[in-house]
């Protein structure tokens, strides 16, 4: 796994993922008790992005979580994500600019694989309307497509993309104009986890899990990894530090090399 840079993840960790993330939605259940623990919130709105071919009920656990946190929590409401579609691009555009008009404040996106490179876009488009963007296996550094396993499903509907996407889908070094958390896991069987890293700089950084990639969206992990970002007090960001007793459910995160100025962006299959 940590040795494969250029194809996709192992064949045992594909083909154990939908196993492996009912076993992340047990431990969602078996510490529900403890999410009393959670950072409570500032009330600020968020907008959750589901993954490829996902929709709203793939996120509700999450975003239960967070609006018992006390957020303002939408999810995308654009039925199944099956990419850049028309529906999608000017839906997601219209959907952040209601959020901020009707709170008046900057809106948190939170993106699960592919949403998650949406979300990046309307950051780097957006940005005085975006308050940071949180990503869970969000292969945005894609380079091959042989470094996921979805690629084929995402050409499936690629006659319905109204935009066309290269690789790589962001150059190495353009850190988005937000504060960017990547909440990946070294055992995710549909991209590979080095697509998913940001380039450690002020305001980006990346945290690692040992959830399976269709178990982002509810291992406690991440859960929590998601609750303490969106605690920050807007306007400051300070990096991720996981509490004592629960330092061994977060390994070591992969380093990368510093953030270089603000550039131009790219933007493909999750």
Not at 55 to 69: E, F, K, M, Y
Request: aromatic fraction near 8%; charge should be positive; hydrophobic fraction near 40%.
């Amino acid at each position: 796994m940590a040795g494969r840079t250029s194809s996709g993840p192992a064949l045992p960790l594909y083909l154990s993922e939908p196993g492996r993330a009912v076993a992340d939605y047990g431990l969602y259940l078996a510490t529900k008790p403890l999410a009393q623990r959670l950072p409570k919130g500032d009330g600020h709105p968020v907008l959750v992005l589901p993954g490829l071919l996902a929709d709203d009920v793939s996120t509700a656990a999450l975003r239960s979580t967070l609006r018992r946190l006390d957020y303002r929590v939408h999810g995308w409401g654009l039925g199944r994500n099956i990419g850049p579609t028309a529906l999608c691009v000017n839906g997601l555009r219209d959907k952040l600019d209601y959020l901020h008009g009707r709170y008046r404040r900057p809106v948190t996106i939170i993106g699960w694989s592919l949403g998650g490179i949406f979300a990046r876009d309307l950051a780097r488009t957006s940005p005085s309307r975006v308050r940071q963007v949180i990503t869970l296996g969000s292969p945005f550094r894609l380079t091959s497509y042989d470094q996921t396993r979805a690629a084929r499903v995402f050409d499936r509907y690629s006659h319905l993309h109204v935009e066309q996407r290269t690789l790589p889908l962001e150059p190495e070094g353009v850190p988005l104009p937000v504060p960017a958390t990547s909440i990946y896991s070294h055992y995710d069987g549909i991209v590979h986890w080095q697509a998913c890293l940001n380039t450690p700089g002020e305001r980006c950084e990346n945290i690692a899990v040992t959830a399976s990639h269709l178990g982002l969206g509810h291992h406690p992990a991440a859960l929590w990894a998601v609750a303490d970002r969106l605690a920050q007090p807007e306007g400051t960001w300070e990096p991720f530090q996981a509490p004592r007793f629960l330092r061994p459910a977060f390994p070591k995160p992969a380093q990368a090399s510093p953030c270089a100025p603000v550039g131009t962006m790219a933007g493909t299959a999750a």
